[in-house]
């Protein structure tokens, strides 16, 4: 079991906790080496699952490098032991912290925003991954020198390549994750990420996930059978063209949602000096 203060390969030393999601925990860490902060995503050694994910992760983040994804470094698959991914240390918070629950903000404080998330997810689709977890927890502000801020997408752990096929398990997270993942079955496509922006979009203009559920199960059947139920909330009720944005990118039908990201970002282009 690893834990706070613990030495990882002789190299790094575990610092606190930062961060803790599914079943592997993302601890602060000092390389000994250099004196460098980093963050290490470590299974606990309970699950073999998490180590596999873990490792599907390490091979998928790999493959990117772009300012908006957060940089890994690198990556160990120590025998018996642990899997563990060594990140760039971001100091900052995730999206969900800054956005001000039940109100959102107005369309020309979020666009900023929502364009590097969409310069972030665009590198990640021009290297035929899909991402499939996008969601307020996933997306990282990070403040850099001078108080400048820069988005950081996180967390590839269910990522999968364009055209692998889903399993059906793990679903994702409900209000965010695609219909068409929902019913399994399918091959994962670039769309199940513009349906996942879409809901972030209305996240960010209302405070809240589009859809309202007790349970997850009933968010996901309402995801189902119905249109979002916050189009009329807060700052995404002031526009109908930010509506119509989200509608069709939220569309239950892939063939209906915006192609990708570039035609999504196009719509949002269109709009924003006259709204918000
Ligand atoms: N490189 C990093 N620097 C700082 N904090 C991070 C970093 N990576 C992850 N975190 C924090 O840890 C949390 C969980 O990480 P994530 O990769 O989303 O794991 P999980 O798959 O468990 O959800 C994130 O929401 C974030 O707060
Ligand atoms: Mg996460």
Known sequence: MVKEGSRIGE????????GTGGSAVVYAATDLRSGKQVAIKIDQGKDPSTRDRLRHEAFILN????????ALIDWKDLPNQAVYLVMERLEGCTINQIIPQNIGLPFRSVWPILQQILDGISAVHAKNIVHLDLKPSNIFLAVLEEHHTQVKILDFSIAKMVGEKMDGHPVGTPGFVSPEHILGNCAADPRADIYALGALLAFFLTGQRPYHGQKPEQILAKQLAEAPETLDVSYLGQSKDLQGIVLKAMHRDPEERYKNVAAFKAALNSIRWSSG
């Open 63 to 70: 493959q990117i490098r772009h300012q908006n994804v957060v």
């Open 11 to 18: 190299i790094f030393q575990l610092g606190q906790p930062i």
